[in-house]
């Protein structure tokens, strides 16, 4: 069994950025697949970026490229998301997710994926 904890979210004016890290424990996740979901009010949850288990192929939503980068570092166990440029309508909860990749090594739909953090919300004020 994986937990992953999200964290680095909280209140940002337009333009400005945030940091979000998501920590597994439980077990290594060195063999998943990670990305990245947010779910603004109101909405469904949204793919967002990304990246594969060795950090050396990473993809993202049209929306956010140039702006939000993701990365890992396998050895603390730890996928993090640069947010910069952020624009009121990020506002969402942010959420981690991790998969064994099977056909794929990402989904832009959230059901495949084997395990999911509690999210961590960001607000962007204009």
């Known amino acids: 069994q994986v937990q992953l904890i999200e964290s680095g979210g909280g209140l940002v004016q337009a333009g400005g950025s945030l940091r979000l890290s998501c920590a597994a424990s439980?077990?290594?996740?060195?063999?998943?697949?990670m990305c990245w979901f947010h779910q603004p009010p109101g909405k469904e949850r949204e793919f967002v970026a990304a990246?594969?288990?060795?950090?050396?192929?990473?993809y993202y939503a049209d929306s956010v490229k140039g702006r939000f980068t993701i990365s890992r570092d396998n050895a603390k166990n730890t996928a993090y998301l640069q947010l910069n440029s952020l624009k009121p309508e990020n506002t969402a909860v942010y959420y981690c997710?991790?998969?064994?990749?099977?056909?794929?090594?990402?989904?832009?739909?959230?059901?495949?994926?084997?395990?999911w953090g509690q999210g961590t919300q960001v607000t962007v004020s204009s």
């Open positions: 997710g991790a998969v064994i990749p099977r056909g794929s090594w990402y989904y832009t739909e959230s059901r495949p994926y084997d395990y």
């Open positions: 439980g077990r290594t996740l060195s063999t998943y697949s």
């Open positions: 990246i594969s288990w060795s950090g050396g192929i990473t």
